[in-house]
Nanobody, 111 residues
Framework: QVQLVESGGGLVQPGGSLRLSCAAS????????MSWYRQAPGKQREWVAA???????NYADSVKGRFTISRDNAKNTVYLQMNSLKPEDTAVYYCTALKYWGQGTQVTVSS
């Protein structure tokens, strides 16, 4: 069993930045890949970024160059630094590892 708790969402103006955090607890030794997904209103959930415990990262084309995923393995936490935010980044952002999902955190980009 793994518990994932996201934080850091909020309202930000276009061009602004936010940093999301996802803290993992429970049976975390088996976790290799931690990922972020997002779901905008009326749209399907989409993959945003992923990071392995060894430091390999991958990004969706829509966020490449603007978002950075990182992990602190000692704290069992994954982060998503989001810069140059656009209104189309508005969504609920979810952290996932193995088959487990967090509850999500709302990110709203609006002037």
């Amino acid at each position: 069993q793994v518990q994932l708790v996201e934080s850091g969402g909020g309202l930000v103006q276009p061009g602004g930045s936010l940093r999301l955090s996802c803290a993992a607890s429970g049976s975390i030794l088996r976790i290799n890949v931690m990922s972020w997904y997002r779901q905008a209103p009326g749209k399907q959930r989409e993959w945003v970024a992923a990071a392995t415990s060894g430091g390999t990262t991958n990004y969706a084309d829509s966020v490449k160059g603007r978002f950075t995923i990182s992990r602190d393995n000692a704290k069992n936490t994954v982060y998503l630094q989001m810069n140059s935010l656009k209104p189309e980044d508005t969504a609920v952002y979810y952290c996932t590892a193995l088959k487990y999902w967090g509850q999500g955190t709302q990110v709203t980009v609006s002037s």
